[in-house]
Structures are given as C-alpha cells and as structure tokens.
C-alpha cells in the first residue's frame, strides 16, 4: 500500500525527508482529495451541506457527485479512517473537509490562496482579521500532523510509537512556525485584504507551503525547536523505554480528530486552550475572534 520509503532531498532548505514524512506522503497521494480539482472538491462538499455539517446522507451524494462511488461501497480504506476522526455525532464538518481539500486537493498556488482566502471571509467583508488566520493555520497544522498521519498507522505502515514520536517532534514547533507564517503574510498589519493576501503567499518563498500537509510537516521539520520545551524529548524515550502508550488511535478516535491544543503565550504561562475542529465551536470562535476574553 506505499509503505515504502527512503530518504530523498527536498527543495524546502534541501533538507532530507524523514522515513516517516515519506511514507506519510506518499499514503497522501492515495488519498481521493488528491485526484480532484480543489474547486470540484468545495463546490461537491459545501452545495450539499445545509448547515455546515454533512449527514451521512448528504455526505454520500458529495462521494457520488465527485466520482468516489468505491469509496462508498468499502470503509475500510483510508479515506474512511480520515472522515472517522473527523466525525462528530453522526456529521461531518464542512469546515474540516474544506481544509482537507486545500491541503489535498489540485491547484494551483494562487487558486488556494484565493480560495482559503474566500472560505475565512464568511461575511465577504473583503479582509480578514490575523486572528482569524491564526486560528485557521492552527487548524491545518493539526489536521497535517494530528489526523492524516493516522492513516499510515491504519496501512500497517508505521507503528503507533513512530507515528507518536513524529508528530509529537513537529508539534514542539507549531506555535514557532504560525507566528512566522503571520509576520510573513500579514506583514505586521492586523488584517489584510485578498489581493494583498494572495500576492504575499505567492512572494513569501518557502513559507508559502502551508498550503499543503507535507508542506507544513516539512516546514515544521525544518523550524528549530523552541528552548524552554526542550525536555519533551526525554518525555518521549521515557515512554519508550516503559512501552506506555498515551492512547491508541483505534481507541481514541474522537480525541485525536476533533481536538487541538492550540497554545497560548501569556508572559511566563501558557495555557492549553482546547480548539476544536468543528463548526459549532471553533468555526465560530474564528468568525467572531472579537468575542474572545
């Protein structure tokens, strides 16, 4: 099923891609979302959703609509595991699959930037806030790192530990990266209009890779790791040595695909700020930032 892979150059800083990233991505490529027009992908997922969640009903004519019949006749298949974590109280997130099709799905550069562009602007106000954005970077991040990795573990690809350890290693550099990404893009401003939106991605060299997974696992591999977190490393042998596990993907579903620890800094603290990927939660929470304490 693709399990293969070896290291290989990158033109992100020429640096090697790890084992993992490798098979992870080339398991991406199985992916449907692959094969697919953006466009296609985000006309087929939101034309059927009524209120911003799919039914499984609604859900199975979008498969129809873009030609993934077989999909819907075996759920044993990667793209079920995705939509599995994804999945809440029977519904599916429209949010969710939007960002998995910009991750995922064919287009140009310029096209995504227009799209995502276009998907943040709910009230097509014609600018968006940088708060809004960092919510949205943090959501893409998390489905790069937190759900599409779980597919390899689901293949028999990578061991829970390995896929663990891996991801555990990029998400040390998340808050780094999605501070770097808004001073590139937003350069300073507290919001940005789309034209000046779309012309910075395009113009903002290696950082312009957040617009697909691999992209931004491998611009979190190349971010240093931040000092004061250094000792999560020890964390991670430790429990290697002891065999623990923190949860079994298998077992918890919910936990890993509708949950992300997004941190915020406050002088010395931080605090883990649960934000999930849903509407009737952290969609909100990102169209109305003005409500936040």
């Known amino acids: 099923m ?20 490798i098979i992870i991505k080339n398991l991406e490529t199985n992916l449907p979302f692959s094969n697919k027009s953006l466009s296609d ?36 298949n990667s793209l079920g595991k995705v939509i599995s974590l994804i999945t809440r109280n029977n519904k599916i997130p429209v949010i969710t699959l939007c960002f998995l099709s910009i991750l995922l799905g064919k287009a140009t550069l310029e096209n995504k930037a227009e799209i995502l562009f276009t998907l943040i602007d709910r009230e097509t106000k ?9 919510y949205v970077l943090n959501a893409l991040i998390m489905i790069s790192i937190e759900i599409l990795p779980q597919i390899a573990y689901d293949n028999q690809c990578l061991t829970f530990t390995e896929i663990q350890d891996y991801t555990l290693w990029l ?15 937003l350069d300073g401003k507290n919001e940005i209009a789309q034209n000046r939106f779309v012309k910075r991605i395009k113009t903002i060299e290696k950082y312009q890779h957040f617009l697909s997974a691999t992209g931004i696992r491998m611009l979190l591999f190349a971010e240093e790791i931040p000092r004061d977190i250094g000792g999560m490393s020890k964390v991670v042998v430790m429990r290697k040595r002891n065999n623990e596990e923190m949860f079994s993907p298998r077992s918890s579903e919910l936990e890993i695909g509708l949950q992300t620890e997004f941190m915020i800094e406050n002088n010395d603290r931080r605090v883990d700020d649960i934000m999930e990927i849903s509407t ?11 409500q936040e304490n």
């Open 2 to 21: 693709g399990c293969s892979g070896s290291i290989v150059s990158t033109k992100l800083d020429r640096l090697p891609q790890p084992r993992e990233e």
């Open 41 to 76: 992908l985000m006309n087929s997922f939101k034309l059927n959703s009524f209120n911003d969640v799919l039914t499984y009903t609604e859900f199975t004519k979008s498969l129809e609509q873009l030609s993934w019949v077989s999909y819907i006749q075996n759920k044993n």
């Open 126 to 134: 014609g600018t968006i806030k940088a708060q809004v954005f960092k």
């Open 171 to 185: 998400k040390r550099k998340k808050n780094g990266l999605i501070k770097k990404i808004l001073t590139k893009v």
């Open 280 to 290: 009737d939660y952290a969609w909100d929470r990102v169209r109305n930032p003005d």
